[in-house]
């Protein structure tokens, strides 16, 4: 068939691809990393091939998920798979797409909120993998390599252990490739030099009043206090965090950013993926860990794998972390534990299914707070794409299909969705102009994928967007009234940094999306997973929204890179300590 590898074959046989030695399928490491290689020696690096690509309408290989495997979308023995599909609906053909589908978005388009992650298992398989020996042997696994399982990875390496990261995607990054907005830190060095007086105490109570205080308040501590730390960390890794803003429900300026206006997630997960592969920590993707096992002891002893190209296997461990990420994209978890949010469109990443929280609860973790489900305001209108808060933070205004502002725009999430769910339409449109246009890099992103209104006079926005002009120019007049008083005497609204008044004015069509899951596997403050009778269960960490706690009934905007940073590396280190002491 028309395959990639059918092509390459007729260059000179599987060799071309594969080391002569490994051309069967079962001898192809999962993470794909030889291939890759192969790929860039004829092809050029990731930079070289989004060169080559720069004319396409979207540049495929200069998207935000970063330097990724060739094979994570060319795929050589099976249908090419356009990644960034898994969010968007690119119409865009890929070399070697077979002849009755020859566009990738038939093949990868997802529907808003529809959990697909195929995670079927093969009992037979899983049985003889349980019943045969450990195939490798390591002190940490850390599963899922998002922000946390890398930040749990590295520093459990440096602690001394020896540490194998799995991921189950085709590449690494998992939701946090998507987190948009920023890190909430308090006593940064960015805050000083910005005048900002925040203290631990207004972040921690910041936090509690947003999780309607019902979060574990220990945990909170650590979240405030290790902040900083976090950010010096990612620095010294390589990261830039220099810009500085507010997030809803904050009372200061504490969500850091990079410099650039380019979004949190994508930069410290490229940050992470570099120091990863400098430090020898090895990220493993295509590999899937379907069992968690403990011994008689009730103690961690192994993992069960699933790999792409090795099928099964057991691999023994001293301590798991885990770190896989949240259920927002599980359909059937949500509509079980949030019945109200059944069927809502969802901002999270494919692999946000859940499965490490139901691995863990098989084995009597205890779960917390697991009906507590965020819904972000501001999604794209029937769309995946988070429209980030970082816009309401730089200055946009929400109104309702008429062109009324109907809530403070940086309330909490849970306020502002409830909001916009009360409007008959139960959709909102963000309203902003040039300045914002400029200042937010992101803002271009979203113009780049067509959801901008445009126009050059208010009146000229509000026929684009169906509104009553009179009404929005009145909005608008008000608004920028109330921020020249300092006041907003409509909804009391603290910051607002930027009048609307240059033209051109934008407007983007949102509605709220699953964003978070608050609740997930009970934690200590040293990251151990706690039993149904608060016992840790020894060797087995978490961190990040795998677990619940830090949030409440509601996470602030910010708190989430900063759970994977803080407790991802606390979870590494006592992982490594436990294994190093067995
Ligand atoms: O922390 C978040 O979820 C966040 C800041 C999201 C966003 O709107 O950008």
Redesign the pocket.
Known sequence: GADLASFHSKMGGCAVCHDTNTVTAAAVPDDERDLNAKCNTCHGGYKALAEKSKNLPFNPHASHLGNINCTSCHKAHEEPKLACNDCHSFDMKMPFASKTDKSAKATDARKAGEGSWDERIDEKALAAALAAPARETVDVVVIGAGSTGYNAAISAKRAGANVLLLEKHAFSGGNSML????YNAVGTKQQAKKGVHDTVESFIADTMKGGRGKNDPELVRILAEESAAGIEWLESLGANMDDLKR?GGAAHDR?HRPADGS??GPHIIDVLRAAAEKEGVPARVNSRVVKINLDADHKIESVIVHGKHSGYYKLAAKAVVLATGGFGMNNEMVSFYRPTFKGMTSSNNVTSTGDGLRMALDIGASATDIDWVQA?P?VGKESRI?????VRGVGAVMVNVKGERFVNELTTRDRASDAILAQPERSAWLVFDSQLYKKAKMVRGYDHLGMLRKADTVEGLAKAMGADPKTLEKTLADYNAYRAAGKDEAFGRADMPLSIDKAPFYAVAVAPGI??TMGGVAISTESEVLDIQSRPIPGLYAAGEVTGGVHGFN???????ADTVVFGRRAGEHAAKYALSK
Request: charged share 10%; hydrophobic share 35%.
């Open positions: 987190a948009a907005g920023g997030s969500t979004s949190v972000h501001t988070l429209i980030s808060e970082t964003h978070h996470r602030l905007g910010g708190n989430a890179v």
